[in-house]
């Protein structure tokens, strides 16, 4: 018998996130997690979602908590060929870094959400 991975124990029957494709995954977060999110705040998940998942959750491998700014120009020269930054608000209303990160399972930067007036980044 194999030792169960702490992913594996925690969260029984779900996949792994690494071989589902998100190698950079924190602890404890499953796809299935991030799906019934997204419902809850109204997303239909395209693969632009899943590759910006992707894309914060590899900037979060390097530094606990990056700065925004590192998060806002990786977004926007992954997605530069189809709009960048602009683009990414489209399909995530909420912002694509603060809502971005929730479905990463990651704790946005401080300044990516501003309570009073909503998104900045």
């Given at each position: 018998?194999?030792?169960?991975t702490?992913?594996?124990i925690?969260?029984?029957g779900?996949?792994?996130?690494?071989?589902?494709?998100?190698?950079?995954?924190?602890?404890g977060w499953s796809?299935?997690?991030?799906?019934?999110?997204?419902?809850?705040?109204?997303?239909a998940?395209?693969?632009?979602?899943?590759?910006v998942?992707r894309v914060?959750?590899?900037?979060?491998?390097d530094?606990?908590t990056?700065?925004i700014?590192?998060?806002?120009?990786a977004l926007?020269?992954?997605?530069?060929?189809?709009g960048?930054?602009?683009?990414l608000?489209?399909i995530?209303?909420?912002?694509p870094?603060a809502q971005?990160?929730r479905?990463?399972?990651?704790t946005?930067?401080?300044d990516s959400v501003?309570p009073?007036f909503?998104?900045?980044?």
């Open positions: 018998m194999t030792a169960k702490m992913h594996e925690l969260h029984p779900a996949g792994d996130p690494a071989a589902e494709g998100f190698p950079h995954a924190p602890e796809k299935q997690e991030a799906e019934a999110l997204a419902e809850k705040e109204g997303l998940l395209t693969d632009e979602h899943w590759e998942v914060l959750q590899g900037c979060y491998t530094e606990k990056p700065r700014r590192l998060l806002h120009d926007e020269a992954r997605f530069s060929e189809v960048g930054i602009k683009h608000y489209e995530f209303p909420g912002g870094i971005g990160c479905l990463a399972g990651l946005p930067p401080p501003d009073g909503g998104s900045v980044l």
